[in-house]
């Protein structure tokens, strides 16, 4: 603090009570959607949209050698997806697109969850009948447990890609 003397008396000036005047954005949710809108995370790979690591893997690849082999991206899968018992694994056995009001199918995320055809949400996850839950990323250890172990967070990215080769007749 700032003191300024005033005759005999000790003037105080406190700079403590400004006002506030922008508020203060939520950092961890900022990183959070970044990196869920980089890897899109909850997406099938048939709905995933054009940008992030879906851009980078197809940027990258197909990878071609002496024009006779190529090597072809298919799709990702981030983490381990399974329903409690492991009975249904893999992200794709998490939902099923089929409307529960006209009983069409092939409805996407990228439709907003909604039927193309009658307008209604669309999106139902999938139930295992075994254990009777739902498909859900399977982590060995929580977040809680990483931070009072010092261990890493992390999760497997399996890639999944097509070798093709080609005979090439001489004649």
């Given at each position: 603090?700032?003191?300024?003397?005033?005759?005999?008396?000790?003037?105080?000036?406190?700079?403590?009570?400004?006002?506030?005047?922008?508020?203060?954005?939520?950092?961890?949710?900022i990183?959070s959607?970044?990196?869920?809108?980089?890897?899109?995370?909850?997406?099938?790979?048939?709905?995933r949209?054009?940008?992030?690591?879906?851009?980078?893997?197809?940027?990258?690849?197909?990878?071609?050698?002496?024009d006779?082999?190529?090597?072809?991206?298919?799709?990702?899968?981030?983490g381990?997806?399974?329903?409690?018992?492991s009975?249904?694994?893999g992200?794709?056995?998490?939902?099923?697109?089929?409307?529960?009001?006209?009983?069409?199918?092939?409805?996407?995320?990228?439709?907003?969850?909604?039927?193309?055809?009658?307008?209604k949400?669309?999106?139902?996850?999938?139930?295992?009948?075994?254990?009777?839950?739902?498909?859900?990323?399977?982590?060995?250890?929580?977040?809680d447990?990483?931070?009072?172990?010092?261990?890493?967070?992390?999760?497997?990215?399996?890639?999944?890609?097509?070798?093709?080769?080609?005979?090439?007749?001489?004649?």
């Amino acid at each position: 603090m700032s003191q300024i003397q005033n005759e005999k008396k000790v003037l105080r000036k406190s700079f403590g009570k400004i006002k506030e005047v922008v508020s203060l954005p939520n950092l961890i949710e900022i990183q959070s959607k970044s990196f869920n809108d980089f890897v899109q995370f909850d997406f099938l790979p048939s709905e995933r949209k054009n940008i992030g690591l879906e851009k980078v893997f197809k940027d990258t690849f197909p990878i071609e050698h002496n024009d006779r082999i190529s090597l072809q991206y298919i799709s990702y899968e981030l983490g381990n997806w399974a329903c409690t018992c492991s009975s249904l694994k893999g992200i794709t056995n998490r939902y099923t697109w089929k409307c529960s009001s006209c009983s069409k199918t092939g409805c996407s995320r990228l439709n907003e969850n909604k039927c193309e055809y009658c307008g209604k949400d669309t999106a139902a996850y999938i139930i295992c009948k075994k254990c009777f839950s739902r498909v859900g990323m399977k982590t060995p250890i929580n977040v809680d447990e990483c931070r009072y172990s010092d261990k890493t967070y992390s999760m497997p990215l399996k890639a999944k890609m097509e070798l093709v080769a080609w005979d090439i007749d001489p004649d």
